[in-house]
């Protein structure tokens, strides 16, 4: 392939390529390259040119820049280049919503471990409410992204009071007890549509909410006996001020784009089941995540059931696998999860009838074998 100039060739496709380094505070100053495309050499060497002054321009304010504001400012609109939009406006939120207060006008190179730390226990229970452990670390990552950003040293961690807060807290993950399951299994097997068909596939595949409200039926392979998730939906912020979209895209996560086995009775259902449409639950539209929440409760509701988060399809699910004896390695695979331990961790909470029969079976035979206790 014909090159010229600097870093500048000619593609197959007879378009012309430039590349040029960028070196990212935010990436601990590692060099990466990016490409511009034109018509003809010309063009692309004057978009490479023009890349290079502004780089320059950029390198220059930042050399001025002083104020947490302003770098925080500066480095939201640097991850534009590199993060997931739906990512970068949860970013945007916690910028607006809980750093507005922090620093604002302090120098970054002033700031210090023990304002950033007095901050964090501050915000934790601002106005007498607690923010969620996940918002609570969120909030950390971006204060030291922005540090960063802003050539400090200064590296903060969540202060150990707030860890332990939420280590000995008595917050539980809930699960559908077996006569709740039966309860469920019952309410959604009368008249099944397709939401009570929706709910069904969680309850046996392990699906997010994100992701049943954006499946689409070519994403169900009959033939294969599969599901295919390679999008989910949510609502997120827009640039509108007060407004907000359904956003839908790829998961959090390379391992969440997954293919799950159906089991044979969820098949039979699927079989049978006339799905018009783009999509398994709205047909031709995205469902709304929280409409199909608000569902789920009246659902429970009708079943006689407690009422649960929908997520508690996903830890039932993955709870029942495990009491199965189904592998912790196969189940990671169809949750999508990257790590085993996040699953056994995080997702299996066997009940105290699980727990009595397990150490029954590993006790049946013990007399017999050891002779009487004592």
Not at 302 to 307: L, T
Not at 366 to 372: A, E, K, T
Request: hydrophobic letters at 30%.
């Amino acid at each position: 392939m014909p090159r010229r100039g600097e870093n500048i060739r000619k593609r197959i496709d007879g378009r012309w390529e430039g590349r040029y380094k960028c070196i990212s505070a935010t990436s601990g100053a590692k060099a990466y390259y990016k490409s511009v495309y034109g018509k003809s050499y010309g063009e692309v060497k004057q978009r490479l040119l023009l890349i290079r002054q502004e780089s320059q321009n950029n390198t220059v304010n930042c050399a001025v820049i002083h104020t947490f504001s302003e770098c925080m400012a500066l480095w939201l609109t640097d991850i534009t280049q590199r993060c997931k939009y739906s990512t970068y406006v949860k970013y945007q939120y916690i910028c607006d919503c809980h750093l507005k207060r922090f620093a604002c006008e302090s120098p970054v190179s002033e700031i210090t471990n023990e304002m950033c730390e007095k901050y964090l226990i501050e915000e934790q229970s601002l106005n007498g409410r607690q923010l969620s452990l996940s918002t609570m670390k969120t909030i950390c990552h971006v204060i030291n992204q922005i540090l960063k950003y802003g050539k400090s040293s200064v590296k903060v961690s969540l202060p150990e009071k707030i860890t332990l807060a939420y280590k000995y807290s008595s917050k539980e993950i809930t699960v559908f007890s077996v006569e709740e399951q039966r309860k469920l299994l019952n309410f959604l097997y009368d008249k099944t549509d397709r939401y009570k068909l929706g709910i069904l596939i969680c309850l046996f595949s392990g699906l997010r909410l994100g992701e049943i409200c954006a499946l689409r039926v070519n994403d169900i392979d009959l033939p294969n006996k599969c599901i295919k998730v390679s999008q989910t939906v949510q609502r997120i912020k827009s640039d509108s001020e007060h407004k907000t979209i359904l956003y839908c895209a790829p998961p959090k996560s390379a391992d969440s784009i997954r293919t799950i086995p159906l089991c044979d009775a969820l098949l039979e259902l699927l079989i049978k089941m006339d799905m018009q449409g783009e999509y398994l639950l709205n047909g031709k539209s995205l469902m709304e995540p929280r409409t199909y929440q608000y569902m789920f409760s009246r659902y429970l509701k009708s079943a006689y059931i407690s009422n649960k988060n929908f997520h508690s399809l996903r830890h039932t699910f993955a709870t029942n696998c495990i009491g199965s004896g189904m592998d912790a390695k196969c189940l990671s695979e169809i949750l999508g999860h990257s790590d085993v331990k996040t699953t056994m961790n995080r997702y299996v909470h066997p009940s105290m009838d699980s727990k009595r029969h397990q150490i029954n079976k590993c006790f049946a035979n013990y007399g017999q074998n050891s002779g009487h206790l004592g």
